[in-house]
């Protein structure tokens, strides 16, 4: 049973934004830091951005700006906005959920989503 569930991922236009969410069980998000990552057709699974059970972020340099991670505790929903989207950031991005200790480090994150397909067209 997927414990991690992305959704709102498409095709848009380079400028537009886009929402993803990632629900997951309660247990898992209660007890979990949360992340987004990403993953380009031939390239490494890369980090995007952590949130702490308390809400502290933290966001890899190529999206700062333009993404926000958000958390909602009591629907088990993580959240990135994603505004003024470029072609790079086209990938399939990954709901993460780990301990914070581990959150960051790509080979230690405990759960995983199914991931969902952003496409920003040019």
């Known amino acids: 049973q997927a414990q991690l569930v992305e959704s709102g991922g498409g095709l848009v236009q380079a400028g537009g934004s886009l929402r993803l969410s990632c629900a997951g069980s309660g247990s898992i998000f209660s007890r979990n830091a949360m992340g987004w990552y990403r993953q380009a057709p031939g390239k490494q699974r890369e980090l995007v951005a952590t949130i702490t059970i308390g809400g502290n972020t933290n966001y890899a340099d190529s999206v700062k700006g333009r993404f926000t991670i958000s958390r909602d505790n009591a629907k088990n929903t993580l959240y990135l906005q994603m505004n003024s989207l470029k072609p790079e950031d086209t990938a399939v991005y990954y709901c993460?959920?780990?301990?914070?200790?581990?959150?960051?480090?790509?080979?230690?994150?405990?759960?995983w989503g199914q991931g969902t397909q952003v496409t920003v067209s040019s």
């Open positions: 993460a959920a780990s301990s914070p200790f581990t959150i960051m480090v790509l080979n230690a994150v405990r759960y």
